[in-house]
């Protein structure tokens, strides 16, 4: 069943383009919304029984689930037009970032003092990053192709989707996975940095049970100067690097009968990234051909009320290629993945189960000796809600083809003292598996164990229909941390010891939102060797987000203040990077039936600022859209 590499854009490309000729055949079918809306009310309000997958891995309540839990819905992703994924993960609580330049330049990102390498990201429940760097590229992943994304903090999702989420689940869900209506749309907008956007969406549905949707999007930008001429490495140029992408995404499903359904889904990106890689007179032409995404076929069958099963086949792929005066390189990593998932249920009890099996597979100018790897998985959960208690087990069993089985697993339990206040622990077991560049890369060795970690939580939460606040503590050991040691070899050497908390809180009161959160974090070498007591590069101590906004049915304005603290960028501590404090404002306001806007006015007090040693940030910059849609 697995594709050979050859075929990994085709099968991307093809998933996108089969659905042309059913909606042109069905344009002229009758019209039914379906009922799966998340968020469906006209007027803003707090919804305290959201629903989210990723938590649990089968739709859940929010109310119900004992690790933290964070829902970006499209109405929230309205506001990053023009914009990636980053950009939208960067601004969440307990999140930190840094970045190498501007739009589409690489980045990683930082949870509960974890990197991105430790944090698992899904694009429909399929495994996304490079296999080489173990980073998943956010920044090459288009906002507006993007319907939700969820977010599952901490190690809980290890038991349940296996290595590589000690610090926490990031979700993406394509757009069109929740249509509720048959429209189409067109969207243009500008910027700053000479930023062009256009792109379309087409959605269908019918009460023949089809559900169709199609988007194709284009955004370029000349972007900024990536580079100061302080940069340690010397690569300085006064050049803008710019960026540009293609990108589309579908969404198609079918009822077969009541109780059977199947579909496809894709999101891909093809992109230009401008960078610099020495010093140079005039331009440097030095760039990044990217080509990013992942598909699946899928089969959903709700063979009883109390049951169901789905069968499904993923394909992702991170590839890149880089051609400079002096070199050039190229990387071509795919995941292929067939899993099936289970559940049954009993009154307010759910059993889940599933057996999975991921083959990895490497093309790579940089160490041709790597060869792929494979991983046989299975799990079994149990989760049930009775009056007062919520609760969660979970267990998964790795077996790799090229280490030792891992097992992990998860326990959780959570109390209501009143209806709107709830008290709850939680213990996971998390693991991450050696990169490729771990392995073989320079200073790279093919011996490398796995790290591992345990993850401890606490939380009180109180609820009600104006607010929700929710105050979290985490402790978390790793043990077998792979970092580099004084001659720049990986070794399996360090320790690490994190803790925190973070408080959030939202409010919702005549038309009017306002809330905050705050993130304290201690992560630190806990090693005893030369570093020990340090802390972790790129983890500040304190971060706080504010912000205040307001809503109508046809008009949603929001202003966001944001402060991080110092953290220093190498393990050594003695580079750092100095705290600063960011102002933006977005907003969205629908001018008619078929005509609306959006606009976003980032660092507003245009403040100058770090995230990486030698590395540029944008000042003050501005996108606007419009989108006119036909019903």
Do not use: C
Request: proline content about 3%; cysteine-free; charged content about 20%.
């Amino acid at each position: 069943m697995f594709l050979s590499r050859s075929s990994s854009r085709t099968y991307l490309r093809l998933s996108i383009l089969s659905a042309l000729g059913l909606l042109a055949a069905n344009t002229a079918m009758a019209v039914t919304p379906e009922t799966t809306s998340i968020d469906n009310g006209e007027m803003p309000q707090v919804e305290l029984d959201k629903i989210v997958v990723t938590a649990t891995r089968t739709p859940t309540k929010t109310s119900n689930v004992i690790a933290q839990t964070r829902v970006i819905d499209k109405e929230e992703l309205q506001r990053y037009q023009g914009q990636t994924a980053l950009d939208v993960i960067k601004n969440q609580p307990g999140f930190n970032y840094k970045q190498n330049g501007g739009l589409g330049t690489v980045g990683s990102f930082y949870a509960r003092g974890y990197d991105s390498k430790q944090i698992l990201v899904l694009i429909d429940g399929i495994r996304y990053s490079s296999i080489s760097t173990g980073e998943p590229a956010l920044s090459l992943l288009p906002a507006d192709q993007i319907d939700r994304i969820e977010i599952l903090y901490g190690a809980s999702g290890s038991s349940i989707y296996g290595a590589d989420a000690m610090g926490g689940v990031i979700q993406i869900f394509t757009k069109g996975s929740n249509i509720e209506q048959s429209q189409l749309s067109v969207t243009v907008g500008a910027g700053s940095h000479d930023q062009f956007l256009y792109g379309a969406t087409a959605q269908f549905i019918n009460d023949q049970g089809t559900s169709l949707s199609i988007s194709a999007s284009h955004n370029e930008t000349d972007g900024i100067n990536a580079t100061f001429p302080t940069h340690p490495w010397g690569i300085h140029n006064l050049d803008e690097d710019g960026f540009k992408s293609d990108n589309y995404s579908l969404h198609l499903s079918q009822k077969i009968n009541p109780d059977l359904k199947v579909g496809v889904s894709g999101l891909y990106s093809e992109s230009t990234t401008d960078f610099d890689s020495g010093k140079t007179t005039g331009k440097d032409f030095t760039q990044s051909e990217q080509k990013n995404g992942a598909a699946q076929a899928f089969i959903d069958w709700n063979y009883s009320p109390t049951s169901s099963v789905k069968l499904s086949y993923g394909h992702s792929i991170d590839e890149s290629q880089t051609t400079a005066t002096t070199y050039t390189s190229f990387y071509d990593t795919t995941q292929k993945q067939v899993s099936l998932v289970g559940s049954h249920s009993v009154a307010t009890d759910k059993l889940l189960y599933g057996i999975e099996h991921l083959k990895q597979e490497i093309d790579t100018s940089a160490y041709p000796e790597a060869d792929n790897r494979e991983v046989t998985s299975g799990f079994l959960g149990y989760m049930l809600s009775r009056g007062k208690i919520d609760a969660q087990a979970n267990v998964r069993h790795d077996d790799y083809s090229e280490y030792d089985s891992e097992t992990t697993y998860n326990l959780g339990a959570a109390y209501r003292l009143t209806p709107d206040l709830r008290v709850g622990v939680n213990y996971a077991r998390g693991y991450r598996v050696p990169t490729f560049n771990d392995l073989f890369d320079w200073g790279g060795d093919p011996n490398l164990k796995p790290e591992t970690s345990d993850n401890y939580e606490a939380f009180v939460e109180y609820d009600t229909l104006l607010q929700s606040t929710r105050l979290t503590g985490y402790r978390n050991k790793v043990e077998d941390m792979i970092a580099s040691d004084a001659n720049y070899q990986r070794k399996n050497y360090a320790e690490a010891k994190i803790e925190g908390i973070t408080l959030t809180n939202d409010w919702f009161f005549n038309n009017y939102l306002f809330g905050l959160s705050y993130d304290y974090q201690e992560a630190k070498d806990d090693s005893g060797k030369d570093n020990d007591g340090n802390y972790l590069p790129t983890r500040p101590k304190y971060k706080g987000i504010v912000y205040v906004g307001y809503q109508l049915s046809d008009l949603d304005i929001r202003a966001e203040y944001q402060y991080v603290d110092d953290y220093y960028s190498n393990i050594e501590n003695t580079s750092k990077i100095d705290n600063y404090n960011i102002v933006n404002i977005s907003g969205n306001y629908q001018l008619s039936s078929n005509l609306s806007m959006s606009a976003r006015l980032n660092n507003v007090f245009n403040e100058k600022y770090l995230t990486e040693p030698g590395y540029n940030t944008d000042g003050t910059n501005f996108l606007t859209s419009l989108t006119y849609t036909w019903k």
